[in-house]
T-cell receptor, first 111, second 113 residues
């Protein structure tokens, strides 16, 4: 069935280092992927979205490229900041407007 | 000003009781949703409504009943509460089209004792 997989539960990094959070998917639909970010005790907010194969999409210093050949949409940033500490979800819209989310990756940035 | 209001922010209930979670959105959207987030599971889709009509129901239990009294309201009634219902419940909204951004409310954290 349609699903999203995030393999890392927790990523801990020092400020200023690059990060990549993994997201792979399975879908019978033409893929359209989202990344949502959820800071502590806040609502999830859209960070990135894409449906175009091999095109990099960027927002707030984060970027991701949808690769249909490998069914991936990994989230990257070249230099993480303390304020990037949050929970990151990859999400796949299914038919009927519903979103299916991955299990989420907690990013913790140390000073 | 908050565009999606959820009330209450925190809710404590006893097992077997009934509660209603309130959601109002002021984004002019015609599709609304409920999601649940618990320590055991990621964000989990529950219901979707479009123009006040139920579109999709992924909740196996009939104890969860959405109620849409106005087009910008989608409340969630939960009956016969169980400790396993403890979670944060998020309301979301969007334009009623596939593959569009959904905006999430701040959530109601429910604890069932």
């Amino acid at each position: 069935g349609d699903s999203v997989t995030q393999t890392e539960g927790l990523v801990t990094l020092t400020k200023g280092l690059p990060v990549m959070l993994n997201c792979t998917y399975q879908t019978t639909y033409s893929p359209f992927l989202f990344w949502y970010v959820q800071h502590l005790n806040e609502a999830p907010k859209l960070l990135l979205k894409s449906s175009t194969d091999n095109k990099r999409t960027e927002h707030q210093g984060f970027y991701a490229t949808l690769h249909k050949s490998s069914s991936s949409f990994h989230l990257q940033k070249s230099s993480v900041q303390l304020s990037d500490s949050a929970l990151y979800f990859c999400a796949l819209p299914l038919g009927g407007y519903k979103l299916t989310f991955g299990t989420g990756t907690s990013l913790l940035v140390d000073p | 000003d908050p565009k999606i209001i959820q009330k209450p922010k925190y809710l404590v209930a006893v097992t077997g009781s009934e509660k209603i979670l309130i959601c109002e959105q002021y984004l002019g959207h015609n599709a609304m949703y409920w999601y649940r987030q618990s320590a055991k599971k990621p964000l989990e889709f529950m219901f979707s409504y479009s123009y006040q009509k139920l579109m999709d129901n992924q909740t196996a239990s009939s104890r969860f009943q959405p109620q849409s009294s106005k087009k910008n309201h989608l409340d969630l009634q939960i009956t016969a509460l169980k400790p396993d219902d403890s979670a944060t419940y998020f309301c979301a909204s969007s334009q009623p089209r596939d593959r569009v951004e959904q905006y999430f409310g701040p959530g109601t954290r429910l604890t069932v004792l």
